[in-house]
């Protein structure tokens, strides 16, 4: 079974950059979809980033300019490289990946497996 694993989370203070790393294992799909969602403290969680197989990428508004989402699939990973961080970016980041085309994708919708999350707290 498909197994995703996020590291790189931490304490930063506003201003500052991380580096959030994601590792896929036993997913044999060609076509995916994978992407970055957040959830703060007491709020909902939202897609941060999304990128597919063919390197289309989308971004929340929120995040546009700060963050790059990347992938290395020779290393099966996943990457989001957060600068100029933010006290309101401060929450838990989670990786997910699906088997879906980019009009579901780029929506943030239709991704099945999930990790358990890494937290990222930014201090103004």
């Known amino acids: 079974q498909a197994q995703v694993v996020e590291t790189g989370g931490g304490s930063v203070q506003a201003g500052g950059s991380l580096r959030l790393s994601c590792t896929v294992s036993l997913y044999t799909y060609s076509t995916y979809c994978m992407g970055w969602f957040r959830q703060a403290p007491g709020k909902e969680r939202e897609g941060v980033a999304v990128i597919d197989n063919n390197g289309y990428t989308n971004y929340d508004d929120s995040v546009k300019g700060r963050f790059t989402i990347s992938q290395d699939s020779a290393k099966n990973t996943l990457y989001l490289q957060m600068d100029r961080l933010k006290p309101e970016d401060t929450g838990k980041y989670y990786c997910?990946?699906?088997?879906?085309?980019?009009?579901?994708?780029?929506?943030?919708?239709?991704?099945?497996?999930w990790g358990q999350g890494t937290p990222v707290n930014v201090s103004s």
């Open positions: 997910a990946i699906g088997n879906t085309g980019w009009y579901d994708c780029a929506k943030y919708r239709s991704l099945e497996v």
